[in-house]
Each structure stands twice: as structure tokens, then as C-alpha cells.
């Protein structure tokens, strides 16, 4: 064999070694890497639940019922009466 | 010779042998190679699906209707679940143990245990760690505002597709993709470790309605009250924006709460203010007025003569509540006269009177594309006969939903030009054409102040701080044998404040009781209800100040 086909050979021979490890090395990463996915999407998952959680109690507290009820009864609140109402008319405000 | 026989028949023997064992790593490796590498795999692999949420529904301003919160359920594979473990299982789960037995005989590879846990007390059964029973993420639905927008959103099944309203009529869109991983398992059949991702899950879209909370509760709120307070069969309300025909409230009574699939009753789940269409009456006299005044030979202060109060026509008699004597267009809009509109009507040409309720989008679907929505009825008729003409001038022979009545009243508030219903904020607002010449619009408008002034038919209507162009309606339903006479529907069609308008109202009441029916005195308390708290809400400037609630010195 000439020396240039050997060199060609060792070549082709190394080429192969790494892309054999490469391709070992590129499984582990994916499996690591997937693994690391599931684990992130455990703690999404685990912070989408607590977030449902959280916007159903907010809309649950914030819902107009309860805030109508709160504000009538708790805080003895009601509805101005035509004649309690004043029109201020801004306009003229800030002309005067 | 006898040496060579023998040394034959043993080459036989062993060619034989060979043949055997090719044949044999043949089939294994090549011809069951993948049959046998698949029972292999799945001896220590398995493929799980990964569930993605359902999109969220949210209001106009992003307050959730409808939001999917992650919910775990536990299944068995019936092949690893041994007999000895379903007592177990059982007194875990809390279901009985002969279910447990029966869906064990039943299914082969799946079976539910118990469905849509809290994730802490499945995690409880699963901590047993009884072989071959696992726990799956899935979404269950919840809705916020109950039964305040349970009509208009609908609702979904237990596996997450849409079953009425919204949820099903955009459910595609909605829909949430699972994903597919392969995961390592072990001797008892828990997952290791993940192996990697087949297919990504893909979570829904988010959709936002036009509708705005706030404006809905206090719609739900007004009709709820005055339906049990009356003691009436049902009734619906829609509030439209005049500029884009947003939906900005639509509630029925009876109702129902999503939220409680024990407490639904298919006829309280019906979204009444689409799916159900009646005669509209009175209400449709500003349309024909606004023909009569099209036609040139009109003008609002026009004078007929409505003595002595009823009328023959072909067959029928119509009447008016009482003698009215002479009565100027606007006087007629104002009295709801009946026999005023139809001595109108028969002077006009019936195919224009048609033509404009169909450009109102009268017997059409809206093309929201809202399951189970009524088109309405208006019949056209090749030649035109006067009772036909007269009845459809005042509403009767046709039929509407309140929400086509929402629609075509926001057309004439919007200066004439076609409002199309909207219901998702991501459809686009189309600019119709002019359906009314915008000089007639605020003419018909004005006629319709009256209404809620002194001696109109809704006064109830009036606010302190708005103005309003009303129009009362009192309809007999109509069943099998014709007209009912102690039935009746009851509306009001409202456009606030009269002088800009902004919102359109339509208020129908179902069966009020039979001493007080009248649309004013019925249907006209809900408006005002709801609007004298719904248009400072929607930061509407007052155009009509009360003199008291003027300052000192300010005129």
C-alpha cells in the first residue's frame, strides 16, 4: 500500500472513532437533556396548576356577586340616588 | 460400500442440522426481527401521552370564563393489575370493588380507575404503588363566572370537547394537542427515566369573547330578579356595541351553572337569546317607519287617523290599547299604534318593507357560528297582500332571535350602516352598507325618544343622566292552536344614550304573568336596571344632566 492510501486509511479509520463517539455522545446528551425537559415540564406543570389554582380563588374573590354583596353588606355601601349625584362639569372648571 | 452409506447419511444429518439452525437465525434475525425486538422493548419501555391544556376563554379585558387546570387520573393495566391488589385499589380509590372487577374483565390495556383528581390525592393512591395502576395528567374545566356566562360559553365533556356554546362552536381552535414520550420503566412499572419525546403536546388557543363581565353579571343579575320576582317562564338579554356589534352581554333565564353536571336540565342549558325565535311585534315599527319615511311620502309629522281604534283587515281585526284619534307619525312610534303603522304600511310598497328587514340581516344567521342558532323567519311573497304588508310592518308573520334584534336595532343606531354581530375580539369588524340613509336613522331615533317620555309606552325606560330611544313590544305567543290569549312575550329594545349612541340593549321576557305584561312595564325595569350602572361603567359621557345634580352657579 502507498503511503497516501495509507494516510487515507488511518484518516478514514479516526473519522470513524470519533463519529462513533459522537454519536454516543450525542445520545447521552439527548437522554440527560430530555430528562431535564420532563423535569422542567413537571415544575411548569406543577406551576400551571398552582397558577389555575390561583386565577380561579382570584376570579372566585374578584366576581361581581361577591364584590356587590361585600360592598352592600360589609361595607354598608349602595347606589348613589339621582338626587345625590352632582355633575361637575370639567369643561368650565378649567375655563374659570 | 456400508462405510460410505453411513458417512452419507451422517453429511445428511448435519447438512440437516444446519439447515435447521440458518432457518432458525434467519427467522429471528430477519424474518420476526421486529416483532421480537418490539415484545422486547416493551418489556422495559413504554410510551406515555403527555396532555396540554384546553385554551382559556377569557372576557373583552382578560377575565378567565373558562380556564382547564391540570387534574391527574388513575388507570390500571388490567395485564399487570393482579385480582389480589383490587381491594387494595378500592378502599383507595373509593370505587366499588366489583366495578373495579368488571372493568378489569372488560378492557384489555386500559382502564380507568377514578378520573379528574386533586393531584395530592391521587398522589395518595399512587403511593401504594400497586403494580400496573398509574396516575395521568388531564384537564379538567372550570368556570369562574358560573352561570353568569354559562350560555354563552357552554361547556365541554368530561374529555375535554366542546359540548354546547363557544366550547363547541370554535373547539378546533381550542383543542389541545397531546404529545407522545417513551419512558424506561421499571419492575413495577413506574417510569425511570424519560427516553425521548415522539411527539411535542401542543396547547390550545386562547381565545378572548366580546363580552364583558361586568356588563354580564349585571344583565344576569337584572333578569334573574325580575324573572323570579314576576314569576315568568324565562327571558334573555343581549347588549350590543353599536360601532363594531360586539356582543357585550347575552344571558338567559332559566339558567344553569357549568359547573354542576347534576343540576343540568337540557331546556335551562338552551342560549334562549339565539336559539329561540318569536314574533317581534312592536318592536319592528321603527324599520317600517323608517320605509314609510324612505318612500318621500312620510314626513314624522305626517297625520293619520287611527279612529275609532280597530280595524278590519282581510279576516283579522287589529286593535289599538285604546281609540287614539289622530296621530302624527311620531305619535304613532310613541303610542305603538297599530292601526297608525298599518294604514302606513299599506301606502308603501311590501317588497321595500321586506327588502329592508332582510338588509337588517332579518331571517338570516348572524354567522357567528353558534351551534343550534335560528335564522328567524321573513316568508317573501311574490305578490304582496295588504294584510301580509300591514302585518309585517308591525312584526307580525316573521320571526327573530334577540340577538338578530340586537343586531338590526345597533344598524339604525349606528347612522344607518350595517352592524355585523361579532363574538370573538379576533374576528374582524366589517363595515357593512348603508341600509338606511343616515338622516332617516336619527329621524326613526328621535321618534323613539318619545317612547320613554310621558305619555310613551315605556317610561320605565327612562334614565336620569342618559338620554334613550326605546321601543316597547307585546307579542301572544303562538302554539299549536294559533295564538295564545294569556301568553305573551314581553320586549324592550333600548339604544343609549339616544343622542350618540354607544350601546343597544334587547330585553325579551317569556311568559310574564298575565295581569302585567306589557313590554313597558315588563321588559323596560330590566333596562333601566342594567343600563344606569352599565353605561358609567363603560365610561359613557351623560348627555342629560338632571338640573338638580347641577353646582351652585354652573349652567
Known amino acids: 500500500m502507498s503511503w497516501p492510501a495509507r494516510l487515507l486509511t488511518l484518516g478514514l479509520l479516526v473519522a470513524v472513532l470519533v463519529s462513533a463517539f459522537g454519536v454516543i455522545q450525542v445520545t447521552y446528551q439527548t437522554r440527560v437533556q430530555f430528562a431535564q425537559l420532563e423535569s422542567l415540564r413537571r415544575e411548569g406543570q406543577r406551576l400551571e396548576e398552582q397558577w389555575g389554582r390561583l386565577l380561579l380563588e382570584e376570579s372566585a374573590f374578584s366576581s361581581p356577586a361577591r364584590v356587590e354583596r361585600l360592598a352592600r353588606e360589609e361595607l354598608g355601601m349602595s347606589e348613589p340616588e339621582p338626587e345625590q349625584m352632582r355633575w361637575l362639569n370639567r369643561n368650565e372648571l378649567e375655563t374659570d | 460400500m456400508l462405510a460410505n452409506w453411513r458417512f452419507h447419511f451422517v453429511q445428511i444429518v448435519l447438512l440437516a442440522l444446519l439447515a435447521v439452525v440458518v432457518w432458525r437465525v434467519l427467522s429471528l434475525q430477519v424474518l420476526e426481527k421486529e416483532f421480537l425486538i418490539d415484545q422486547g422493548t416493551s418489556r422495559w419501555q413504554r410510551t406515555e401521552v403527555i396532555n396540554a391544556p384546553r385554551g382559556m376563554l377569557t372576557d373583552r379585558h382578560g377575565e378567565p370564563v373558562a380556564v382547564s387546570t391540570p387534574v391527574v387520573s388513575v388507570w390500571a393495566d388490567p395485564r399487570e393489575l393482579r385480582e389480589a391488589d383490587i381491594g387494595k385499589l378500592a378502599a383507595a380509590s373509593g370505587v366499588s370493588e366489583p366495578t373495579l372487577a368488571a372493568r378489569r374483565q372488560q378492557h384489555r390495556a386500559f382502564m380507568y380507575v377514578t378520573r379528574h383528581l386533586a393531584p395530592a390525592v391521587a398522589e395518595e393512591i399512587l403511593a401504594l404503588e400497586i403494580p400496573g395502576v398509574y396516575g395521568l395528567t388531564e384537564y379538567k374545566r372550570y368556570y369562574p363566572a358560573g352561570e353568569v356566562a354559562s350560555h354563552i360559553v357552554g361547556i365541554t365533556d368530561i374529555d375535554d370537547r366542546g359540548q354546547e356554546g363557544i366550547e363547541l362552536a370554535y373547539d378546533r381552535q381550542l383543542q389541545s394537542r397531546a404529545g407522545k414520550k417513551e419512558v424506561i420503566r421499571d419492575l413495577i412499572g413506574r417510569s425511570v427515566r424519560d427516553v ?61 351553572n357549568p359547573n354542576n353536571r347534576a343540576s343540568m336540565e337540557p331546556a335551562a342549558m338552551r342560549n334562549r337569546a339565539m336559539t329561540d325565535q318569536f314574533e317581534p311585534g312592536s318592536v319592528m315599527k321603527p324599520f317600517s317607519m323608517a320605509v314609510a319615511l324612505e318612500s318621500g311620502q312620510f314626513q314624522p309629522d305626517s297625520v293619520i287617523d287611527t279612529s275609532p281604534g280597530y280595524m278590519k283587515l282581510g279576516t283579522y281585526t287589529i286593535r289599538d290599547f285604546r281609540d287614539y284619534g289622530e296621530l302624527d307619525l311620531t305619535s304613532i312610534i310613541t303610542k305603538s299604534s297599530n292601526i297608525g303603522m298599518a294604514k302606513v304600511a299599506l301606502q308603501l310598497e311590501g317588497q321595500d318593507l321586506w327588502n329592508m328587514l332582510y338588509g337588517l340581516g332579518l331571517g338570516q344567521s348572524t354567522g357567528i357560528g353558534f351551534p343550534g342558532e335560528a335564522v328567524g323567519r321573513l316568508p317573501n311573497q311574490v305578490e304582496w297582500h295588504p294584510v301580509e304588508q300591514a302585518s309585517m310592518a308591525y312584526g307580525y308573520g316573521i320571526a327573530v332571535t334577540p340577538l ?30 348603508q341600509i338606511i340613509p343616515e338622516k332617516i336613522s336619527r329621524q326613526v331615533l328621535a321618534m323613539m325618544e318619545t317612547v320613554v317620555q ?56 317569556n311568559e310574564p304573568p298575565s295581569d302585567a305584561y306589557y313590554g313597558g312595564r315588563v ?20 348627555d342629560q344632566i338632571p338640573p338638580q345634580a347641577r353646582m351652585e352657579g354652573d349652567l
Request: aromatic share 8%; hydrophobic share 45%; proline share 6%.
Open chain 2, 404 to 433: 338578530q334584534l340586537a343586531q338590526a336595532y345597533s344598524t339604525l343606531a349606528n347612522g344607518g350602516r350595517r352592524v355585523y354581530a361579532r363574538i370573538l375580539m379576533d374576528a374582524p369588524i366589517e363595515t357593512g352598507p
Open chain 2, 454 to 509: 310621558p305619555s310613551g309606552t315605556g317610561t320605565a325606560a327612562a334614565l336620569d343622566w342618559f338620554s334613550v330611544a326605546g321601543k316597547t313590544g307585546t307579542v301572544h305567543k303562538v302554539g299549536d292552536e294559533g295564538y295564545f290569549d294569556d301568553r305573551y312575550m314581553s320586549t324592550f329594545v333600548g339604544v343609549a344614550p339616544a343622542q350618540n349612541p354607544e350601546v343597544v340593549t334587547v330585553v325579551v321576557i
Open chain 2, 523 to 542: 321588559a323596560a325595569p330590566v333596562f333601566t336596571g342594567i343600563m344606569r350602572q352599565a353605561l358609567p361603567l363603560l365610561g359613557v359621557e351623560p
Open chain 2, 196 to 256: 425521548g419525546e415522539i411527539e411535542a403536546p401542543k396547547a390550545g388557543r386562547d381565545l378572548s369573547l366580546t363580552i364583558d363581565l361586568r356588563l354580564q353579571y349585571l344583565a344576569y343579575r337584572e333578569l334573574k330578579k325580575a324573572v323570579s320576582q314576576m314569576g315568568a317562564t324565562g327571558g334573555s338579554v343581549v347588549m350590543m356595541d353599536v360601532q363594531t356589534g360586539d356582543i357585550l352581554a347575552m344571558v338567559n333565564q332559566p339558567g344553569f
